[in-house]
């Protein structure tokens, strides 16, 4: 019987996370396929690239909303047939390989960084609230959307274990792995130095 709770909240979790919201919402801009500009990633940050700062708003809270919503969910459910199988932490996995790898997009997705703050928040909004911060602050100081994105997913485990267990810890690293994986081409550019920051002019 819990393998079919187990399999609702997957399902529930990965359908949530792979809709498409920067690819969906830039559409009905008039904006067409953002697969097709700059970084070739349905996100946020590549939203913002088509000078949309409120689509690309919409795009963050909507795709960190997905995450949330799947955990949230999960939890409610489980807590009505008063399980104990972490349902919460699976959903929210669940959404965020789905936004990682869509079934509307042929398996292909964004880097999931929003999906999985927001998947920490619902999960235990202390951890998920830390991670942000240090998100926010290394943003701050490096410039660098994707190395703040890699320093906070980084944390991420340490902070869950802590605050929350080992249940949290591990889904919080397995959702980093995930991210490294996403990046390893900002992870080179990086290390290269050419890496562009946040609200970088371009030279003329």
């Known amino acids: 019987m819990d393998i079919t709770y187990i399999a609702l909240a997957v399902s529930l979790g990965y359908l949530l996370g792979s809709i498409p919201f920067g690819l969906v919402l830039s559409r009905m801009a008039g904006l067409g396929d953002i697969r097709k500009i700059g970084s070739g990633n349905i996100g946020a940050t590549n939203v913002l690239r088509t000078g949309h700062k409120k689509l690309a708003l919409a795009t963050l809270l909507l795709d960190s909303g997905k995450g949330a919503i799947a955990v949230l969910l999960a939890s409610a459910l489980e807590k009505h047939y008063a399980l104990d199988l972490y349902l919460g932490l699976i959903a929210g996995a669940a959404a965020f390989l789905g936004h990682l790898y869509s079934i509307f997009l042929k398996f292909t997705g964004g880097k999931g960084v929003a999906t999985f703050l ?87």
């Open 118 to 204: 927001g998947t920490l928040i619902a999960a235990h909004p202390l951890t998920g609230l830390s991670t942000a911060v240090i998100w926010l602050g290394s943003a701050l100081l490096f410039r660098m959307s994707s190395l703040a994105a890699l320093t906070a997913s980084l944390c991420s485990p340490i902070i869950g274990y802590y605050l929350y267990g080992m249940p949290l810890a591990l889904l919080s690293l397995g959702l980093c792995l995930l991210i490294f994986y996403k990046h390893r081409e900002n992870i080179k550019r990086i290390l290269e130095g050419s890496e562009p920051k946040i609200r970088e002019k371009k030279k003329t």
